[in-house]
């Protein structure tokens, strides 16, 4: 049937437009996740034209872009607003009056939380930690990171916004990302020289340096600390030479940007690490996986990788020697469980981030089923400095089972937030006084995953064998609320669960759901003994990490504060978990009833 | 010589590559499980078959059998979490026994039984689902979906289609058919497929055969689940 020329056109030009994107990206469905990013830019969602037409031009089903658009929070199936604002809903953002702040801009945009505005121009929502929790409230708009929010800036967004001016216009200072490295240690204060680590490993051979490597001790930076030479070496004996190196930059743990600093002031270094991997597990590709919040760092990192090549520093035939590699930069959407390393590669290869099945692990069976390295930054940033200095400078430092530092993000009640580099085995008490922590309750150690410990506890250390941390480090002084703070973590795990095994997709849920009845004042004696079951049930029977850890904010603050929440229960036996009268709403609003008989009281008041 | 692992004291012989579970059916061992089915890719989602492996958790659908293994499964311990487990997918969807035609021949209602459920423990979801009647021969009703993917695996693996895909993120997970309109009616489905007739619940149901089999003579009716899986399992294993 013939359509008008004012029909036909936007249709003929989305079908190019889908047609050149696929072209661009060679039709490769593992490249489904930068594809979705530009036509979420381009359209403000993904509709079910864009859908088809794409499923046909990668020929895969349709379904598996239906799931991914609803997997990654960055994606949207129906519109959002020309300008997407999203506000970081981290403790910390929260902590620097983020809740009073996104009302304001909801007033001020009159569109509110969660929505578009009519005319289409903005729409705005909450967002998981976007990695700014030194200089928050944060947030993002068209997936640019906005910092240090106030009224003032949000005023001046406002009319940036009613302008329709394009964010090339707006002030620069609105995007300035500032590092903050306040303390610099061992790697942080004797970085490297491009070109040094790889001249070094050749100069020395490469077993020599696997094997300084091994004498340094590393261990995985992320937190789970597994040691980084024997997974090189796992990697290096497979029989399949296909060979990939991953780094992990999808630093998703709330309180965490330790990794936004490496890779804006050291990122020579950290690709540096990853080809001296490549020289020894023998890779030619590698990925850097960038979370999707970190798009500001995105043009600056492809400029260094083209120096890089430029300088003979990757590429064919790297430094003369006979080693071909090359690194891709991937742009995360929004999903904190693509953290978790065989959810990263899920997730490299155009897929929602499910965590796979182990055994096998991805050092046999990782990136489209190849051998791979996945590490985390601070893991081939340190890897690179070992490869030049030695591993014996860097086992002098740290513990026995913890050698050389750890790189923190330190954020919350201090007066300097910001990028700390400590000697495994500092006590807590000591990185308290270093970032001007006073009056203090607690601090989160790890992140919501890791462990709460309270003022009683500073004495404890800095280490895997203590407190292992993949970095992040959350301030709270005596005015915060214990359960305000298990409160937000719950949500963040319920809201993040990819939902693949019952424990996490419905346990993180059913947590959620108790622990929102004990907080909003409507528990009751057995509600925190039911509380405590599901916390059980979720850490042991979950598939991976996230499940296994999301009830940690839960179960490290009731061991620690159990009258915290007593003090929230009712002086009853027993609480429905609903509401009976707010049950009756929908009933109510149909029958357009608002009297006092189309209400009923809920038993025990 | 013939490799074995032990079974809650018992010596289960195995060939190389196989699970936990398929090596611990073959043998006659029951161990509760939902996602897993003989013959399909293993999925290791429901967490039913959750053992202790040499004192850790793991997924016995998933975890390869490996000489002088030290496997739990039948302990007090485990099939209370596993009936905790199972209380969870009841309470996420809009699982009503009395009015399901799948009564009596449901795995997921077989298996509350067997773990000695009496109640759905947890506060109640009562997340709004969508039913789809579209098709001229099979409906589906997603109140009753519990993200096994067995029919998903089904249409991909034995009848060579794609007819479904488990959508979307944690609770707001979804099963969604493969079709631009996203009804069945519009799919390439037929009623013949092993994907309409796969699902362990209600969800998925072929039209005009509703109570052909009465109340009462239906697969659980008279015998547990384990009894029914070993028949049936060992049977498609050719064990």
Redesign the interface.
């Known amino acids: 049937m013939p359509a008008g020329p004012e029909h036909s056109n936007p249709a003929k030009r989305m079908r190019l437009f889908i047609q050149d994107l696929a072209a661009k990206h060679h039709f490769q469905p593992t490249r489904l996740l930068e594809m979705l990013r530009e036509i979420q830019a381009r359209d403000h969602h993904i509709s079910?034209e864009a859908v088809?037409l794409l499923a046909k031009a990668l020929q895969i089903?349709?379904?598996?872009i239906?799931?991914a658009v609803?997997?990654y929070n960055f994606f949207s199936s129906t519109p959002k607003g020309r300008y997407e604002l999203l506000i970081s809903d981290s403790i910390t953002d929260r902590m620097l009056g983020k809740d009073a702040l996104i009302e304001y801009m909801a007033e001020k945009l009159r569109v509110p939380v969660g929505g578009v505005r009519n005319d289409g121009l903005v729409s705005l929502d909450n967002t998981s930690c976007t990695g700014m929790c030194d200089q928050g409230p944060a947030g993002l708009v068209n997936g640019h990171a906005l910092t240090r929010l106030d009224r003032a800036r949000v005023d001046r967004i406002a009319d940036l916004i009613e302008r329709q001016t394009p964010l090339a216009g707006w002030p620069p200072e609105f995007f300035q990302a500032e590092d903050n490295i306040r303390k610099s240690g061992l790697l942080l204060g004797r970085p490297i020289a491009p070109g040094d680590a790889l001249k070094a490993a050749y100069t020395r051979g490469l077993n020599q340096t696997l094997a300084e490597i091994d004498a340094s001790g590393l261990r995985g930076r992320g937190g789970a600390g597994f040691k980084t030479a024997a997974k090189w070496r796992f990697c290096a004996e497979e029989a399949e030479t296909e060979r990939y190196v991953v780094c992990n930059a999808d630093e998703g743990e709330p309180g965490t940007f330790k990794d936004r600093g490496l890779l804006n002031a050291f990122a020579d270094q950290v690709f540096e690490g990853m080809t001296l991997c490549a020289a020894i597990v023998g890779a030619k590709h590698g990925f850097l996986y960038l979370r999707g919040e970190y798009l500001h760092l995105y043009d600056k990192l492809q400029a260094i990788l083209a120096q890089r090549r430029e300088a003979g520093l990757l590429g064919r035939g790297i430094l003369g020697h006979n080693l071909d590699f090359d690194i891709e930069i991937r742009l995360g959407a929004g999903?904190y469980i693509c953290g978790e390393e065989s959810a990263l590669i899920e997730s490299l290869e155009g897929k929602?981030g499910i965590p796979r099945?182990r055994?096998p692990y991805p050092v046999s069976h990782g990136y489209l089923g190849k051998p791979t390295v996945v590490n985390n930054v601070e893991s081939f940033f340190a890897a690179a400095a070992i490869a030049v200095h030695s591993g014996a400078w860097f086992a002098a430092h740290g513990t026995e089972k913890s050698k050389g530092t750890k790189i923190l993000s330190i954020s919350g009640d201090c007066t300097h937030p910001g990028i700390y580099e400590y000697p495994f085995g500092t006590p807590v008490r000591t990185i308290l006084d270093d970032c001007g922590a006073k009056d203090i309750l607690g601090a989160q150690v790890g992140g919501p995953s890791g462990t709460f410990i309270s003022n009683r506890e500073f004495g404890r250390l800095l280490a895997f064998e203590d407190l292992a941390t993949g970095g992040s480090f959350i301030v709270f002084n005596n005015s915060r609320n214990i359960l305000d703070i298990a409160h937000n973590f719950t949500h963040f795990f319920?809201?993040?669960?990819?939902?693949?095994?019952?424990?996490c997709?419905?346990?993180?849920?059913?947590l959620r759901?108790?622990l929102d009845k004990i907080y909003d004042g409507r528990g009751s004696a057995g509600d925190v003994a039911a509380l405590d079951?599901?916390c059980r049930?979720v850490k042991?029977?979950?598939?991976c990490g996230l499940g296994q850890t999301a009830a940690n904010p839960v179960l490290t603050t009731l061991a620690r504060y159990p009258e915290a929440y007593q003090s929230r229960l009712k002086k009853i036996s027993y609480e429905p978990?609903?509401d009976l009268d707010a049950e009756l709403e929908t009933a109510r609003r149909l029958a357009n009833r608002s009297d006092a008989a189309a209400h009923l009281s809920q038993t025990g008041e | 010589m013939t490799k074995t692992f032990i079974l809650d004291g018992q010596p289960i012989p195995f060939s190389d590559g196989q699970t936990i579970i398929d090596a611990a059916l073959d043998a006659g061992a029951y161990i509760p499980h939902l996602c897993h089915h003989s013959g399909y890719t293993?999925h290791?989602?429901?967490?039913?078959c959750?053992v202790l492996v040499n004192g850790r958790?793991c997924?016995a659908c998933?975890f390869?059998a490996t000489e002088g293994l030290e496997v739990l499964s039948h302990t007090e311990e485990l099939n209370e979490?596993r009936k905790?487990?199972t209380q969870?997918?009841f309470?996420?969807g809009n699982h009503l026994c009395p009015g399901c035609e799948k009564s009596g021949n449901c795995k997921l209602q077989a298996v509350g039984y067997y773990l000695g459920m009496h109640d759905n423990h947890?506060?109640?979801?009562f997340s709004p689902r969508k039913l789809d009647a579209s098709h001229p021969d099979v409906m589906i009703d997603l109140n009753r979906c519990?993200?096994c993917t067995l029919c998903v695996r089904a249409s991909r693996e034995k009848d060579g289609k794609?007819v479904?895909?488990?959508?979307?993120?944690?609770?707001?997970?979804h099963l969604?058919?493969?079709s631009?309109s996203g009804l069945l009616k519009d799919t390439d489905l037929e009623a013949s497929d092993k994907a309409a007739h796969i699902c362990p619940t209600g969800a998925i149901l072929i039209k005009r055969t509703g109570y052909a089999t009465p109340i009462g003579a239906r697969d659980y009716d008279h015998q547990t689940i384990a009894e029914v899986s070993l028949e049936q399992e060992q049977e498609s294993h050719g064990g």
Do not use: W
């Open positions: 079910n088809e089903p349709r379904t598996r239906i799931d609803e997997f999903a929602s099945n055994p319920a809201h993040e669960s990819c939902g693949f095994c019952t424990p997709r419905v346990g993180t849920s059913l759901k108790q079951e599901i049930l042991t029977y979950s598939h978990g609903f | 293993p290791g989602s429901c967490k039913l959750s958790v997924s998933t390869p979490d905790r487990i969870m997918l309470v996420e947890f506060m109640h979801f519990i993200f794609d479904f895909a488990i959508s979307g993120r944690g609770i707001n997970k969604i058919a493969n631009a």
